[in-house]
């Protein structure tokens, strides 16, 4: 089963800025959480990922809470082409030699941006 | 760089046929996950093959469905006398893994969406 919990769907007015939480209240200490989106017909993309530290990329960003219980991808000014499924996973760090990377994903969040 | 590469985009057959899906990873990555993904349904996992250890097949539905990586590059995943409920969007992730490169993201193709008939 997958670690994390999003919301089934939300909606956004264009040009806005688009919240998208994530639960992943079991999440081990050497787990990074990823974020990936997958617009209609196309493979999932990557977008960011972070292990306790905010970041920010060119496409978002990445906020962690400090128990690292959940986490939030802020796309800072939401456009008709970021409607989309996002999906938010956990992974093991891979610099820990025993690390196996059974990557499972969860339904993800539909995001509607609304002109 | 070349991303990864699925082959047929698009593969219609007739309920009982095999069919061999193709998944040319990049060239590197040591980690290979199949995936598969009906109409309007999240990604389901299939099988992780993770370098020259023994792959994870414990996502495969049934004995029907099988997957080899061959010289820990390109993968195959073959379907067994197809149903219609086999219809699907297949998709394949590869990732680099590598102790020395620390964490790094999935790279996925963009399937092969297979229809049985």
């Known amino acids: 089963d997958a670690k994390t919990t999003q919301p089934t769907s939300m909606d956004c007015a264009e040009g806005r800025a688009a919240n998208l939480p994530c639960n992943h209240s079991?999440?081990?200490?050497?787990?990074?959480v990823y974020w990936y989106r997958q617009i209609h017909s196309q493979g999932p993309q990557y977008i960011i990922h972070?292990?306790?530290n905010n970041e920010t990329n060119e496409m978002a960003s990445l906020i962690i809470t400090e128990d690292r219980k959940s986490s939030t991808l802020i796309l800072p000014h939401a456009t008709l082409r970021d409607t989309a499924v996002y999906y938010c996973i956990v992974r093991p760090d891979n610099l820990m030699k025993t690390s196996y990377d059974k990557v499972i994903f969860g339904p993800g969040t539909s995001l509607s941006v609304i002109p | 760089g070349a991303g990864v590469s699925q082959s047929p985009s698009n593969k219609v057959t007739e309920k009982g046929k095999d069919v061999e899906l193709r998944c040319d990873p990049i060239s590197g990555h040591t980690a290979l996950y199949w995936y598969r993904q009906s109409l309007g349904q999240g990604l389901e996992f299939l099988i992780y093959?993770?370098?020259?250890?023994?792959?994870?097949k414990s996502g495969l539905p049934s004995d029907r469905f099988s997957a080899e990586r061959t010289g820990g590059s390109v993968s195959t995943l073959t379907i067994q006398r197809t149903q219609q409920e086999d219809s699907a969007v297949y998709l394949c992730?590869?990732?680099?893994?590598?102790?020395?490169?620390?964490?790094?993201?999935?790279?996925f193709g963009n399937g092969t969406r297979l229809t049985v008939t």
């Open positions: 079991t999440i081990s200490g050497n787990e990074y």
């Open positions: 972070g292990l306790k």
């Open positions: 093959f993770q370098g020259n250890s023994a792959p994870d």
């Open positions: 992730a590869s990732s680099s893994n590598r102790i020395s490169q620390g964490n790094s993201p999935l790279h």
